[in-house]
């Protein structure tokens, strides 16, 4: 069991829980996850209802190649979506994916309360001492590279235990700066071949050794499409295998654009883990 301080609000997490993406963003990959801002409150319904237990909103595409945007720009796209959904529904938990710091203090304010980063800090000095000054928990992610030129042939001797080191060296550092509260991700496609992804999926449950929450973010990821020689959009019933794969591999939040495939995951992975344990 983990728990986790969302702005003073104590949020336990006794098993497997589901991050459901939206994005205000009109180039994301996965076409499916790009959502006007009129879309917003339908959608976020939609996921609340099969059972999102924390809603990621992002303003801007990290997929390989994508152009940065700047701060200003992702709080126009940010803002106003997480607004309308904590004014909606007052108690549902919203992450904002983001690597600046002021993105997080508009977003926190706006009535996010945990912050998700792609870059661990290195892309806004202000990001870490923002998220320390906020008090709100933080997700730490492993990326080599920058999103533009990060899977320009990515090497690594052992991935796993590259990722390793680094979370565990940053958790060290953050802990330092007083950001307790810690969600770690091994940024499955972020500067990692499909090869490199599948090894550290095997592995993934060595980053339980770290005891914070572990989220895994596969969700139609070029490693699921380009490995069954599809598209994004056919690659959901890939998606759940490999979701269940890190399930079973300690992966205690799962991120993704299709919530109620997810959901569905946790829960049989539940009922059989608890049938094993009796």
Known sequence: MF????KGRLVEIRQPVVMGIINTTP???YAGSRTPLDDVLAKAGRMIEEGAFILDIGGQSTRPGSIPLSEEAEMERVLPAIESIHQRY???LISIDTFYGN???ASVAAGASIVNDISAGSLDENLLPTVADLRVPYVLMHMKGKPQTMQESPSYEDVAIEVFDFLSLRLQQLTAIGIHDVIIDP?????KTAAHNFSLLNRLSWLTQLERPLLAGLSRKATVYKTLGITAEEALNGTTVLNTIALMNGASILRVHDVKAA???VKLFTACKAE???
């Open 27 to 29: 180039d994301s990959f």
């Open 276 to 278: 094993g344990q009796q």
């Open 90 to 92: 007052p108690d549902q």
């Open 3 to 6: 728990t986790l301080n969302c």
């Open 187 to 191: 940024g499955f496609g972020f500067g």
């Open 263 to 265: 959901v569905e995951a």
């Open 103 to 105: 993105v997080a203090r």
